[in-house]
């Protein structure tokens, strides 16, 4: 198979491939398996690949893709290359994208094919304030939003999301100047969980916060500078380009899946807060791992 | 009872914000049902376990042939099915994109060379002050440096146009043309300042023809934005109800001049049980409540059905006349001709109030 594949190192376009497949079909001993669609039939905007014994090319239309995309592989069977095929077609078709790393460094391979590719690094160019609203969300509604996120994806009880959500909205509607656009930082907010149980409270109160404070502050450690900002990069101007965020380094998932599932969530309610496209792709979210989120046995 | 996670939720609302979502995973039984009922391509490569597989197989609604094929996928192989289109299975061989690293190293240039990285980290506003080292001046490359002749000019500028923004404070009623005699400017230098406040936006252009002549449209200026409140040193006064420059300077400019005309007791979003009325006032004894409808025309409808029982007569006016026929076209659809509701163009109440009343 290596003897086949020795041209790809000369291409400069990955497209180019399309034309010619030279992998094993094991179809041909078999006869006709699946059916030979015509080619209006599977002609799309977004090209995935080649169809067996056929020289057409399945495509995807835009506005099937609003309505999301699964692929599902064993480890090796060419998942993150068919993202990386997926997002070079985005990317010739000027859709912008948003791509999160979290183990492999996969997408930073595709500067070599898209030149304008941003790809910010949690340690170096990434800076999220997870307290801040994106623009045109209310900020009570946001901060019930982070405690939902917060409590779902470390695995908090339901009182511990309501005790969050009043600690954070006292701390917020509590800071000096309430007209400031400084949102108070993460690391605020695990000093604040620290002073208050320092005082004399409920125990019921304390064994809840203490549970919220433990992680608060394993997020504040690991992350460090990156939270430690009143205001982030701002979502809408991120949504414009093709952006793939690093997060590799951060070696627990669970606060990796923190970051994408509230950088989803505030991605959702700038997009609640604006007109309804109707159908129309606007941007694409590209989530590996994705059973992290949306699996059976996690969240 | 289940609970839907806000995640789950979330997926499903991008959708109608044209949000696409690409999941990938390594176990297809792992994923939740209602995210693989909900998703219109599916994609199965290689799976080795035996439920991965058969999970495959029903969700791809693969046939017994099909499913063989399933243990024999190659590398870069998979089937897809979409959800309408085109509803079969079909096999599918994706190219190879070959990767190719980029070190640390040589990603800190490009960072440090990319405008919109350097845009986007110029918006971030740490607890430690510190200068990022991608916004760092780069060597060879123009930095924008502010011009420092054209800066002065402009404070210039600004201290000649105070004088003018305070006028428009005070006679906000008076066209431009008038305004530019009163200050004894020429044409040219009166349109300079004119300009300037323009371009700043210290100020809302509104072109109006409140005569009803033939003369076209006056330019009027008024201060809506607290940007040029600032400017002279004034608090902007309290808004509510229509919240459009327009409105805003209507509703001032007819309490100002009904007053001439016979009205009383003029009074600017009265409160009547409950119900704001652009402008309430008294003519011959008769209680009448004056909305203004600049592009609001198929809601207005809700406004008369509310101010009727407040007052005797209902005008509802408008800054043209094109917007007063479309107004009428809509008001005919939704209510029945009523005596007590009139409608009209604003100069037409300006100059024969009496007319329209009775």
């Known amino acids: 198979m290596s003897e086949n594949r020795s041209h790809i190192n000369k291409v400069s376009s990955p497209y180019r491939y399309f034309k010619r497949p030279s992998l094993h079909d094991p179809q041909n001993s078999r006869g006709q398996i699946f059916e030979k669609p015509r080619e209006y039939q599977v002609k799309g905007d977004i090209r995935l690949g080649n169809i067996r014994n056929s020289k057409m090319i399945f495509g995807i239309l835009r506005k099937e893709l609003v309505r999301h995309l699964l692929i599902c592989g064993s480890s090796g069977a060419g998942k993150s290359n068919f993202l990386r095929v997926m997002q070079i077609e985005l990317h010739r078709l000027g859709i912008p994208f948003l791509v999160f790393d979290t183990a492999k460094l996969g997408s930073r391979f595709l500067k070599r094919y898209m030149q304008d590719l941003i790809i910010l690094r949690w340690d170096k160019e990434f800076f999220f304030n997870p307290l801040q609203p994106p623009p045109g969300v209310k900020l009570k509604e946001w901060l019930m939003v982070f405690s939902e996120i917060t409590t779902e994806i470390f695995g908090l009880r339901t009182a511990s999301k309501l005790y969050l959500t009043q600690f954070v909205q006292t701390m917020m509607f509590q800071k000096n100047d309430p007209s400031s656009s400084d949102f108070p930082t993460m690391h605020d907010l695990n000093r604040g969980l620290e002073n208050r149980l320092k005082e004399r409270i409920p125990i019921n109160e304390r064994g809840y916060l203490n549970g919220i404070h433990s992680k608060i502050k394993a997020v504040c450690i690991t992350l460090e500078e990156m939270i430690n900002i009143h205001q982030g990069i701002p979502i809408d101007e991120m949504l414009k380009y093709p952006v793939c965020i690093e997060l590799v380094g951060i070696k627990s998932s669970e606060i990796q899946y923190w970051i994408i599932s509230l950088i989803m969530a505030a991605i959702a309610s700038y997009r609640e807060a604006r007109p309804m496209s109707f159908g129309s792709l606007r941007h694409v979210f590209f989530l590996d791992e994705a059973a992290h989120l949306v699996g059976k046995g996690e969240v | ?358």
């Open chain 2, 1 to 358: 009872m289940s609970q839907e996670s806000y995640i789950i939720s979330c997926i499903r609302r991008l959708r109608e914000y044209g949000e696409g979502m690409v999941l990938a995973d390594q176990c297809i039984s792992t994923i939740k049902d209602v995210v693989k009922s909900n998703v219109y391509t599916l994609i199965g490569m290689s799976q080795i376990g035996q439920k991965d597989r058969r999970e495959m197989i029903s969700v791809l609604g693969l046939n017994s042939n099909q499913a063989q094929m399933v243990n024999f996928l190659d590398v870069g192989q998979g089937i897809i099915r979409l959800g309408g289109r085109y509803p079969f299975p079909q096999l599918i061989a994706f190219p190879f994109v070959k990767p190719e690293n980029i070190s640390e190293k040589k990603l800190d240039e490009a960072n440090a060379k990319d405008p919109r990285v350097r845009d986007l980290l110029s918006r971030v506003i740490s607890v430690n002050v510190f200068e990022h080292p991608h916004l760092k001046p780069l060597p060879g490359i123009p930095q924008y440096t502010v011009n420092k002749e054209s800066e002065s000019k402009k404070d210039k500028m600004f201290e000649k146009s105070k004088d003018m923004l305070l006028d428009i404070f005070n006679r906000f009623d008076v066209a431009s043309t008038v305004r530019a005699k009163d200050f004894g400017l020429s044409a040219s230098a009166a349109d300079k300042i004119f300009k300037f406040i323009e371009q700043e936006q210290l100020v809302d252009i509104i072109r109006l023809n409140l005569t009803g002549g033939r003369g076209g449209t006056s330019k009027f200026y008024v201060i809506t934005n607290p940007k040029g409140y600032e400017a002279i040193s004034k608090t902007p006064p309290k808004r509510s109800g229509g919240t459009g420059a327009m409105h805003f300077f209507l509703e001032r400019y007819l309490k100002k001049h009904l007053s001439e005309k016979g009205f009383s007791c003029l009074e600017i979003e009265k409160n009547i049980g409950g119900k704001r009325i652009d402008l309430f006032g008294k003519y011959n004894e008769l209680k009448i409540g004056i909305e203004i409808c600049v592009s609001t025309m198929k809601s207005e409808f809700i406004n008369f059905q509310k101010d009727q029982d407040k007052c005797e007569i209902v005008i509802i006016t408008t800054p043209d006349k094109k917007t007063k026929t479309k107004l009428d076209s809509e008001l005919i659809k939704k209510i029945e001709p009523n005596k007590k509701l009139k409608t009209c163009v604003v100069h037409e109440l300006l100059n024969h109030p009496e007319k329209i009343i009775t």
